[in-house]
């Protein structure tokens, strides 16, 4: 099967612009995660759909993030506007409901300069 | 709420040496173990994971950890390491009958040299 694709690979703004993310998790996955890890720190949990829905936000740092995840499929993530704090790599990952241990993408690699 | 130590963030080992990367955690409810892998320039792979069971549990590629619920500990194990080894591991906790949501410890750089 397909992995976690996750694009782009790399992303440079300028503090002030606005990026969007996307994650396609592997097809019939109802579980989708975003993950962050800012540079040197631990990977950090952003939020968790089950298909459509948002099923916990609690690690959403701020009204500048937006998630969405259209149909249940594919999911987005925008951040606007970017500030330098939010540079590092973010993660998704996605797996059926009640797998624990799932699988993750490659991750983009944000830099807001 | 839980959280994860890696005491070590860089381990440098030769080749053929064993190699012991540490995990300890805390929570206030009982939780399942990871171990991920990030290789240079990928994403994130599943190494091992204790749910439950027997509580030493293996990889296909040699490693091992062991769940010791009394030292709250899952250090990850292998007898004989190799060049194709380096890379970057995370120790990792959810909570069971929790969002599945991981906690992640800060990583442990392992290098391998010849």
């Known amino acids: 099967e397909a992995g976690v694709t996750q694009f782009p690979s790399h992303s440079v703004i300028e503090k002030g612009q606005t990026v969007t993310l996307r994650c396609d998790p592997i097809?019939?996955?109802?579980?989708l995660y975003w993950y962050r890890r800012v540079m040197g720190k631990e990977i950090k949990f952003l939020l968790h759909?089950?298909?459509?829905?948002?099923?916990?936000e609690s690690g959403m740092p701020n009204n500048r993030f937006l998630a969405e995840r259209t149909g249940g499929t594919y999911s987005t993530l925008k951040v606007q506007p970017a500030e330098l704090e939010d540079s590092g790599v973010y993660f998704c990952?996605?797996?059926?409901?009640?797998?624990?241990?799932?699988?993750f993408g490659s991750g983009t690699r944000l830099t807001v300069v | 709420a839980q959280s994860v130590t890696q005491l070590d963030s860089q381990v440098p080992v030769f080749e053929e040496a064993p190699v012991e990367l540490r995990c300890n955690y805390s929570?206030?409810?009982?939780?399942?173990l990871f171990w991920y892998v990030q290789y240079p320039n990928q994403g994130l792979q599943l190494l091992l994971k204790?749910?439950?069971?027997?509580?030493l549990v293996e990889s296909i590629n040699g490693f091992e950890a062991e769940f010791n619920k009394s030292q709250t500990s899952f250090h990850l194990r292998k007898p004989s390491v190799h060049i194709s080894d380096t890379a970057e591991y995370f120790c990792a906790v959810a909570a069971k009958g929790g969002s599945e949501k991981l906690v992640f410890g800060k990583g442990t750089k392992l290098t391998v040299n010849p």
């Open positions: 929570s206030s409810v009982s939780v399942y």
């Open positions: 204790y749910l439950s069971g027997s509580t």
């Open positions: 097809s019939g996955h109802d579980n």
């Open positions: 759909f089950v298909k459509e829905s948002k099923q916990d």
């Open positions: 990952a996605s797996s059926h409901r009640g797998n624990y241990g799932y699988t």
